[in-house]
C-alpha cells in the first residue's frame, strides 16, 4: 500500500508540475481512475481500458455499460471516465461570451463547435442573433437529426421570436464524420427559412458540424435572400 500511495503522490506532483504533456495515454487514465479507486492499484485496468477500446479517445466515447464490462471498472470508474468529455464541453462552452458577434461563418463555425464536442448523438443548436450580429441566446432545441420529426419548425420560430431576434443560425451535427449537408438537410433548411422570413426572421446560416470540421450552407450560396 505504501508503494502504492509514494506512486500516486509522484504521479500527481508529476502532473501538477508539468501537466499531461509527459504521459502516456495509460497515465492519463491511471491519475484520473486514482480517484474513482483509491485503494486499488488501477495501472493494470488503464492498460486494459486501452485495450479493450483502442485509444484514449474511444475510452471516453465508449458507453457506459461497454466500459463497465471491463474488469475491475465498477460505475464510479465508468462514471468519471463518461464525465470528462461532458466537462470539457461544458467548459469550452463557457469561454463563448453571449457578446460575442456572429457576422462570418468563421466565427459562428468556431463558436459553435465546442457544443458538439464529445456528442454522440444528432443534436440541433439555434443561436438567435440581434441586428447587429451579437448573440442573444444559443439553445439546444433537439436532439435528433435536423431533418427528423422530432424537428419542430413552430418551435424554432417560436424561440426565436421569444428573444426579438433579428437573425437565427442553425447548427447540427453529422455523427457519419462528414460535414456535407444531405439533400434532407437541404428540404428542411428551405422550410426554416421560409417560416422564419414570415415573421422578418432571416435564417442566416446553417452550419454542418462533423468532428472538428463544419460547413457553412451560407457560404456555398444556398441562401437566395
Not at 85 to 110: C, F, H, N, T, W
Request: with cysteine; net charge neutral; glycine share 4%.
Amino acid at each position: 500500500m505504501n508503494v502504492h500511495k509514494g506512486h500516486r503522490a509522484r504521479m500527481k506532483r508529476r502532473f501538477l508540475e508539468h501537466g499531461l504533456e509527459s504521459f502516456e495515454d495509460h497515465h492519463v487514465l491511471e491519475i484520473l481512475l486514482f480517484y474513482a479507486l483509491p485503494r486499488v492499484d488501477v495501472n493494470p485496468l488503464a492498460h486494459n481500458l486501452l485495450k479493450q477500446f483502442g485509444s484514449l479517445a474511444a475510452v471516453f466515447d465508449a458507453p457506459l455499460d461497454e466500459l463497465e464490462k471491463v474488469e475491475g471498472i465498477g460505475r464510479n470508474a465508468a462514471t468519471l471516465i463518461k464525465l470528462i468529455p461532458q466537462v470539457a464541453r461544458r467548459y469550452m462552452i463557457s469561454r463563448a461570451s453571449l457578446s460575442d458577434i456572429l457576422d462570418s461563418s468563421e466565427k459562428a463555425g468556431r463558436y459553435l463547435l465546442p457544443r458538439f464536442f464529445g456528442e454522440r448523438d444528432e443534436v440541433v443548436y439555434l443561436v438567435c442573433l440581434d441586428a447587429k450580429c451579437k448573440v442573444l441566446n444559443c439553445r439546444l432545441m433537439f436532439r435528433g437529426s435536423v431533418n427528423s420529426a422530432s424537428v419542430s419548425i413552430r418551435k424554432i420560430v417560436e424561440t426565436a421570436l421569444s428573444f426579438n431576434a433579428t437573425s437565427v443560425i442553425l447548427a447540427h451535427n453529422h455523427t457519419s464524420g462528414i460535414a456535407l449537408p444531405s439533400r434532407e438537410d437541404q428540404i428542411t433548411t428551405r422550410r426554416i427559412e421560409e417560416a422564419l422570413w414570415a415573421v422578418d426572421i432571416t435564417l442566416a446560416d446553417h452550419i454542418i458540424v462533423a468532428d472538428d470540421d463544419f460547413v457553412s450552407l451560407a457560404d456555398s450560396g444556398f441562401f437566395h435572400r
